[in-house]
């Protein structure tokens, strides 16, 4: 993430962390599935649908970041200031990802079936040669249409007017690349505490 809050190019190699740069390891499947997160009561489960795999990186460093370095700065701040206070339980991000739309159904319908269920999903316009982004959500939303979403592309295939009128859906949000951080953040938190309400109401 570059210094200026921009997501990196998502064609490069290498990524700029605290001001330095460093080279990235081999690139991570497309396709790959986060860890159930452990720390407190309250799982935001985010699926990402993009052909690109340095797409899925970078939401990655953003919505995970490290929870080690983390740990390291709370033990750092205890040996100085004390122990600390108890904190009521954090809301953390487990992010998977699918390579193209089909697959990302096909994780929707698998989470849903085990009682995990996807509260948000960033969908990229273009990933050929399956589903474009709009045919992606029509498929998910018509067996899971609860699930939040957000169409991310660097592209004009459709005007805003057609998909909002195609999806039905004019709170849909749409993410223009390259992507600022904090508007992945304000996205991600939003949407996902407004699934969570609706959960909690249907308890």
């Known amino acids: 993430m570059s210094s200026n809050g921009k997501l990196p190019d ?5 990524v700029s962390q605290g001001g330095s740069s460093r080279s990235l390891s081999q690139a991570p499947p497309a396709a790959w599935t986060g860890p159930e ?9 985010v699926l990402i649908i993009d052909d690109n795999a340095a797409i899925h990186r970078d939401f990655q460093k953003l919505l995970c970041p490290d929870a080690r370095a983390s740990a390291d700065l709370d033990a750092l701040d205890a040996a100085i200031f004390g122990a600390p206070a108890a904190t009521p339980p954090r809301s ?18 698998r989470m ?32 899971c249409p609860d699930i939040e979403a957000v ?16 999806l039905k859906r004019p ?10 951080s904090k508007d992945v953040l304000e996205l991600a938190w939003s ?5 969570l309400r609706r959960a909690a109401m249907k308890r």
Do not use: N
């Open 171 to 180: 709170e849909l949000r749409l993410l223009s690349k390259p992507f600022e």
């Open 92 to 109: 953390t991000f487990q992010v998977d990802g699918a390579s193209q739309g089909q697959e990302g159904l096909e994780k929707v319908r």
């Open 191 to 195: 949407l996902t505490s407004r699934w």
């Open 112 to 143: 849903q079936r085990c009682g995990r269920p996807y509260a948000l999903m960033f969908v990229d316009m273009r990933m050929p040669p399956g589903w474009d982004g709009i045919e992606t959500i029509e498929r998910i939303w018509s067996e």
């Open 37 to 45: 997160s452990t720390r407190g009561d309250e799982v935001r489960r």
């Open 10 to 14: 998502p064609t490069r190699e290498t």
């Open 151 to 166: 169409i991310c592309s660097a592209y004009s295939d459709y005007s805003w007017h057609d998909v909002i009128r195609r």
